[in-house]
């Protein structure tokens, strides 16, 4: 695992040192969004979104929390800087009725640009306040962990650990493409 961050690590530095110069920046007239939308399965693809989403008495996403009429108008149409537009971040929480969260960031910079949204759903979900700070003790001597019985180690058939890393300026899950991916 070290070894793979480390690669990781070597990557991006060797990705920002041949990065090309940015590209002319485009300017995008904001469309408005036309008639309010029904949230479920029939939304394929971000560009469904067309409209504020309703969702059905006893949705319980914090998307369907959230998302005001105001938050959406100000964010549709928009994206964050590395062009991840809010239509898919919001796509599976609009889609699958039945989500616990609904929103996922497209890249770091989703938490920022769409703040209104994400500050509300962090704070909601995981108690910190945007201001707070995470604080890490990673002393394991102060952890408990008594050892398994028998009968619980017999059911342990394996276990993992999982490290995620992103490389600056490439979006996250939702929001990458295939060559950016690859």
Do not use: W
């Amino acid at each position: 695992m070290y070894d793979g961050v480390k690669a990781m690590i070597s990557k991006e530095k060797e990705l920002a040192a041949a990065s090309n110069p940015k590209p002319a920046e485009v300017v995008v007239v904001k469309q408005k969004p036309g008639a309010n939308i029904g949230a479920g399965p029939h939304l394929k693809v971000p560009s469904d979104i067309t409209g504020f989403v309703d969702f059905p008495d006893g949705t319980k996403s914090l998307l369907s929390k959230y998302m005001t009429k105001e938050v959406f108008d100000k964010y549709y149409g928009e994206k964050d800087t590395v062009g991840v537009s809010f239509e898919q971040m919001i796509l599976s929480g609009c889609q699958n009725i039945d989500s616990g969260i609904g929103v996922y960031a497209g890249s770091h910079d989703s938490y920022y640009t769409f703040s209104d949204l994400f500050d509300k759903v962090i704070l909601d979900y995981h108690q910190h306040e945007k201001l707070a700070n995470h604080v890490s003790d990673m002393d394991y001597t102060k952890l408990n962990c008594p050892p398994f019985t028998a009968q619980e180690a017999s059911m342990i058939i394996s276990t993992r650990i999982r490290v995620g890393r992103n490389l600056a300026d490439f979006p996250l899950g939702p929001g990458i493409t295939k060559d950016q991916r690859n």
